[in-house]
């Protein structure tokens, strides 16, 4: 069975500080996908990053950068310099091929408050 | 750029009623999905629907839900008669053009239930 651990539940930083959200993830399957969603507290839910399982090459956007470590089955997610409006909480989510209906298993979230 | 939309944006109902919870998925998609997040708590999948029918279904999706696409544009979440356990946000989302794996997912802003 496929499961997404977030064990930071609650993140707190000034802003411009950077903040390393942390993801692992549990998989039998050795073809699947990660995903990165933000909840801004308007609820709705923003897509940030898909990873596939065979693109261990960590990626970069903006302020935001993503870690793809498979030996440790980790997909941490670092924002440089926060800002307030990264205020949010934020999913890591997977999906493989175990499900017919390419459905994805959320981890609990991250509550990341970025004060001013 | 298009969106899912769901409607209504808030639904308060009495314990007991049977409601329709409504999506409209990104036009060129195939697979649909509906997700649940009780308050403060992660996201839930529910059911997953392709080519008419539901793929996959979570535990949670018991004789009381039911989904449906009765006009090839939207696409229905019932739940037949209402426990203060429902209560929660409901997402809609759905799925790239040919349904592939690992394609993200695009949700709808949510529509927040509340049983009384």
């Known amino acids: 069975a496929q499961k997404v651990t977030q064990a930071q539940t609650e993140i707190s930083v000034v802003e411009k500080e950077d903040v390393t959200l942390d993801c692992v993830y549990e998989?039998?399957?050795?073809?699947?996908?990660l995903f990165w969603y933000k909840q801004p507290p308007s609820g709705e839910l923003v897509f940030l990053i898909r990873r596939n399982s065979f693109d261990e090459q960590n990626e970069i956007s903006g302020r935001y950068s993503w870690n793809f470590q498979k030996s440790t089955s980790s997909f941490n997610f670092t924002i440089t310099a926060s800002q307030v409006v990264d205020s949010a909480v934020y999913f890591c989510a997977l999906s493989d091929l175990n499900n017919a209906g390419n459905m994805l298993t959320f981890g609990g979230g991250t509550r990341l408050m970025v004060k001013p | 750029e298009p969106e899912v939309t769901q409607t209504p944006s808030h639904q308060v109902t009495q314990m007991g009623q049977e409601v329709i919870l409504r999506c409209v998925p990104i036009?060129?998609?195939?697979?649909f999905y509906w997700y649940r997040q009780i308050l403060g708590q992660k996201v839930e999948f529910l059911v997953s629907?392709?080519?008419?029918?539901?793929?996959?279904k979570s535990e949670i999706f018991d004789d009381q839900f039911s989904v449906e696409r009765p006009d090839g544009s939207n696409f229905t979440l019932k739940i037949r008669s209402t426990k203060l356990e429902d209560s929660a946000m409901y997402f809609c989302a759905s799925n790239s053009i040919l349904g592939q794996t690992g394609t993200e997912a695009f949700f709808g802003q949510g529509t927040r239930l509340t049983v009384v």
């Open positions: 998989t039998r399957d050795t073809t699947y996908y």
């Open positions: 629907f392709y080519n008419n029918e539901i793929s996959e």
């Open positions: 036009s060129n998609h195939l697979y």
